[in-house]
Structure formats: structure tokens, C-alpha cells
């Protein structure tokens, strides 16, 4: 007997596959199937599947509770959310998944929980039947292609909920935050709904599933050179630190915001920089320019001033002492793929990034 429908959510086809994978599974054992139940209805919650057993003449029940992408933070959420509904029942619970990794399966196991994923890996151990399988790969990635996500307008999107990590946004607030039109919020996280890197949770509101998949999908086509125009220019100055302080002392404020090696001079320094830096934002890069008694040069400049296409790039922007800085993930995208030493920077701006979002 099969009730209900597969939930509509960026899971459904994977529940669906799920509820093949017991099916074919009790078959090789010899085990009834009594009933598959998607989005099933328990006293205390809502599963995404629930399947009935007849074992050695005895009728149990495994509640799943699938994750896709089934990343171990997830999987944490997901055995909280069974523990608590199974309690010490008949009912077992199952954490179910297209790949289980195994830090994933590890939680599992020490929490007495189960798991299956459409790799063969599969451990479930309940009176009357054992199954404890390790076979397959993680798939290889499927990236669709994300143009219009991280496109001029679409990437507003992406940058808040990376910036704003951890939060659980609602789509009128995700439009209003990162000023763009209600169209464009509902198409950039369709796709990203589409593709496991947001999800959907019980309270309907979106959060972002994977900070660190989000952003190195960006970083792959992210070059600093597509930004906005660069000019440069020399200031008379004893050091690139003494130019930032002019320009902290000369420039309104508002008016610009460290990038590159200088705006990482002031959250995690790692190399000498003989160039300062900055998005111009209010004024432009002429009257900044001129505020710093800078003149435009062609060669051996020690200011780049960036005129951007488009202000998101301000968005995260913040004061370190008297200093102007851009957001952590808008300074780890403009270095990332920058030469000399770009990388070897960007990776110690990783570190916080890192340890604060993930």
C-alpha cells in the first residue's frame, strides 16, 4: 500500500528513490512490506517516510527522515528530530540520503540511529533483521549551471545568505535585504533549492544548507576584473599603512571600502602589499582620488580605486578602527583567484569564514 505523495520540496525525488531502496531491499531479505507512507503524520511530528514491516511475524515500523544534501550538521538536525519522535517505541528511526559520508554514518551509528542512500550503504538494526552494508562511492557532483544566480543582480542574493549565514529568511525579507524585486529572489532560490545548497525548513522559511559549497561554487567564476573599472593612481605616502590612514582621514565616510591585500591587512595579514585597494562607493574614484592628492598613472601606481557595477559588493561592509573593510566573503572572492599570492591570503581569510559558518 503506498499513501500520500512525495513531498514537495528539493527531497522528493530522493524520498521517492528511498521507498525503492526498502522495497527492493525487504524483497532480497524476505521481508513483507506492509505500507509506504510519505509525509507521514505521527503524534509528534511529520516524516518524510514511514514504512511498515512484517518481521518474524511482528509488525514494526521505520520512520525516515531524508537529507539532501545530507551534510553532517544536517544529519545532526535529523537525528534530533527522529530521537524525539521514536522516543523507546516500536518505531525505528532512519536517516535517509542520496550519499552518506562517513563522519554522517559515524553519527548515526553512535546515535543509535539508522541510515540508508542510494550509494548501498545501509545499517538498520531492530529486532529480527540486521542489515549493515558499506559499498559506493560519493556521485560525482552535479552543478547545474547557475549563470543567472550569480549574475549582477542574482548575486545580491547569493551574498546574503552567505554574509548573513545561520539566518532563516522568508523570501519578502530575502528581496527587501538584498534590494532586489520579489521575481528575482524567487527564481535565484528555486535554483538553489533545486540544488541542495538551500533548503526549506519546517517553518517554510529558507535557510542556506552548505556555506561552504555556496561559496566555492562562486568563487569558481568570481574574477575581480568583472567587478566594476579600475583606476590607478599614485599617492605620495611612506607606506601603503600611511596611505590608508589618509584616505581613512581625507575620505567622507561611506565613501569607499578596503579590498584585497589591504582590506586583509586589517582582519588576517599574511603578506607584504605595495598597493592599496578600495571600491569607491559615493564618490567617485576621481573625487577620492583628489581627496588623497593622488594623480592617475599608467605604471608603478600604489592606489587601484574600483568603481563597481553594482553596490552589492558593499553589502557586509565594516569599520575596523578607522577603516572601511568589505565583507569577509567579498574579500575571500576578490583574492581568491588574484595573482601574487592571491590564494595563499584568501585561504587565511578562509580560516575565519570557516570556523564561524561552518
Not at 329 to 355: H, M, T
Amino acid at each position: 500500500m503506498l499513501k500520500g505523495v512525495p513531498p514537495l520540496n528539493p527531497e522528493r525525488e530522493v524520498v521517492a528513490e528511498l521507498a525503492q531502496q526498502f522495497r527492493a531491499l525487504a524483497r532480497e531479505l524476505d521481508v513483507e512490506v506492509l505500507s509506504l507512507v510519505f509525509q507521514a503524520r505521527t503524534p509528534r511530528s511529520t516524516h518524510d517516510l514511514v514504512v511498515a514491516l512484517r518481521i518474524g511475524g511482528e509488525t514494526r515500523r521505520v520512520v525516515v527522515e531524508a537529507k539532501a544534501p545530507a551534510f553532517p550538521h544536517r544529519v545532526r538536525d535529523a537525528i534530533m528530530q527522529l530521537k524525539g519522535a521514536c522516543g523507546t517505541g516500536r518505531d525505528y528511526p532512519v536517516v535517509g540520503a542520496p550519499y552518506l559520508s562517513e563522519q554522517s554514518r559515524v553519527l548515526c551509528r553512535e546515535a543509535g540511529v539508522g541510515y540508508i542512500d542510494l550509494c548501498g550503504n545501509a545499517f538498520i538494526k531492530m529486532p529480527g533483521l540486521l542489515v549493515d552494508r558499506r559499498s559506493g562511492e560519493p556521485p560525482a557532483p552535479q552543478r547545474r549551471p547557475l549563470k543567472s544566480v550569480l549574475g549582477k543582480k542574482g548575486s545580491r542574493v547569493v551574498r546574503v545568505l552567505l554574509q548573513d549565514y545561520g539566518r532563516a529568511w522568508t523570501l519578502t525579507e530575502l528581496a527587501r535585504v538584498a534590494q532586489v524585486s520579489m521575481g528575482m529572489a524567487y527564481n535565484v532560490c528555486r535554483q538553489l533549492l533545486e540544488s541542495g545548497l538551500v533548503v526549506r525548513r519546517a517553518d517554510k522559511n529558507l535557510s542556506l544548507a552548505s556555506f561552504r559549497g555556496l561559496l566555492e561554487l562562486w568563487r569558481e567564476s568570481y574574477r575581480l576584473s568583472e567587478t566594476g573599472r579600475l583606476h590607478r593612481y599614485y599617492a605620495w605616502a611612506d607606506s601603503p599603512q600611511a596611505l590608508m590612514e589618509a584616505l581613512a582621514t581625507r575620505a567622507k565616510a561611506g565613501d569607499y571600502a578596503l579590498t584585497l591585500f589591504a582590506g586583509a591587512s586589517l582582519v588576517a595579514p599574511v603578506t607584504f602589499f605595495p598597493t592599496v585597494t578600495a571600491y569607491a562607493r559615493g564618490a567617485t574614484a576621481a573625487e577620492l582620488a583628489a581627496a588623497l592628492g593622488a594623480r592617475p598613472v599608467t605604471q608603478g601606481e600604489n592606489l587601484h580605486l574600483i568603481e563597481p557595477h553594482d553596490d552589492g559588493v558593499f553589502y557586509g561592509c565594516r569599520a575596523i578602527g578607522r577603516l572601511a573593510v568589505v565583507g569577509d566573503v567579498q574579500l575571500y572572492l576578490d583574492l581568491f583567484n588574484y595573482p601574487n599570492r592571491g590564494r595563499e591570503q584568501a585561504d587565511a581569510v578562509a580560516e575565519a569564514l570557516w570556523r564561524e559558518r561552518t
